[in-house]
């Protein structure tokens, strides 16, 4: 089965695969490529798969995702995810997702703060224009 990984800025990974397992709110699941049509939500964890065929095929490979949703239908499976890095070590990836994930988390608060701010703002000034009136 084909699987792909994207996240809003790339495509992190779409290659063959002989098995999947990730994790959605209820637990871990796996799939094969005989699994039927399957939709979920993924949480924030480690996807596994199997390559198919070439110099790795047998050795698990890991993508690191951040919350998103996986779809399959038919033989292909699309994983839209917000954030996602791939790897074969364990310890780097764990290193790599809580660098990145840690500071997309703080940009995403300091976004959240700054657009708190402009409304705030917007607001002060709506009552500034409505103390004008005729």
Known sequence: MRLEVITPETVCLDREVRRIVAEAPDGYFGMLP???DFLTELVPGILI???AGGGDA????FVAVQSG???????HVRVAVRS????DDLAWLRERVETEFRQHDEDERAAR????????SMIRRFRDLEGMGP
């Open 34 to 36: 005989n699994h039927g």
């Open 49 to 51: 798969y199997e390559p």
């Open 58 to 61: 047998g050795e698990d490979r």
């Open 69 to 75: 949703t996986l779809v399959k239908c038919g033989a």
């Open 84 to 87: 996602a890095i791939e790897g």
């Open 113 to 120: 703060a700054a657009l708190a701010r402009l409304e705030a």
